[in-house]
T-cell receptor, first 113, second 115 residues
């Protein structure tokens, strides 16, 4: 079946350093790739997304890249801050008359001050 | 604009009972998706509703069901609860009119504990 693999499962960086999280998807019908940040006790929050007709998208300190041929996409966070500490999820979504979104297992990011 | 709301936020049930969870999407959004989140399995897709019709379904047993009302509010029901149903149940809404309206916004979730 469809799946999304996400690596690493845990990432610890020093404040100010960059963090990179990578995902691989299997469903060729996927055409929308969102990233979510989840803090303790809250629902996932959409932080950035990319569509299959775009290779890269940036929003301030956050950027996402997509390689549709290799079915890889990545999240890059620059100049990390302690408040970036959270669990990050990648997802791949396909529309086949209805939406179906498959999530990666999540990456727990620790930013040390 | 108000976000996605879910009620109740916390629920404790006994094995064998049934439970109904409620979700109110963002105003104007017509697509509601439900997910189950557990430490072991992560975020798993349950089903998606649009204009009162189930458009897509994940790989969950028939004990899990849902419905959507004409005002886009949605409920999900779990019958004959099992210990393994203990999880955070998340609802997400999106405009959903077409394949380009994927952006989903999540509610805070309902934490269900089955004892």
């Amino acid at each position: 079946g469809e799946n999304v693999e996400q690596h690493p499962s845990t990432l610890s960086v020093q404040e100010g350093d960059s963090a990179v999280i990578k995902c691989t998807y299997s469903d060729s019908a996927s055409n929308y790739f969102p990233w979510y940040k989840q803090e303790l006790g809250k629902g996932p929050q959409l932080i950035i997304d990319i569509r299959s007709n775009v290779g890269e998208k940036k929003d301030q300190r956050i950027a996402v890249t997509l390689n549709k041929t290799a079915k890889h996409f990545s999240l890059h966070i620059t100049e990390t801050q302690p408040e970036d500490s959270a669990v990050y999820f990648c997802a791949a979504s396909a529309y086949t008359g209805g939406f179906k979104t498959i999530f990666g297992a999540g990456t727990r990011l620790f930013v040390k001050a | 604009k108000a976000g996605v709301t879910q009620t109740p936020r916390y629920l404790i049930k006994t094995r064998g009972q049934q439970v109904t969870l409620s979700c109110s999407p963002i105003s104007g959004h017509r697509s509601v998706s439900w997910y189950q989140q557990t430490p072991g399995q992560g975020l798993q897709f349950l089903f998606e509703y649009f204009s009162e019709t189930q458009r897509n379904k994940g790989n969950f047993p028939g004990r899990f069901s849902g419905r959507q009302f004409s005002n886009s509010r949605s409920e999900m029901n779990v019958s004959t609860l099992e210990l393994g149903d203990s999880a955070l149940y998340l609802c997400a809404s999106s405009a959903g009119f077409s394949g380009s309206d994927h952006e989903q916004y999540f509610g805070p979730g309902t934490r269900l504990t089955v004892t």
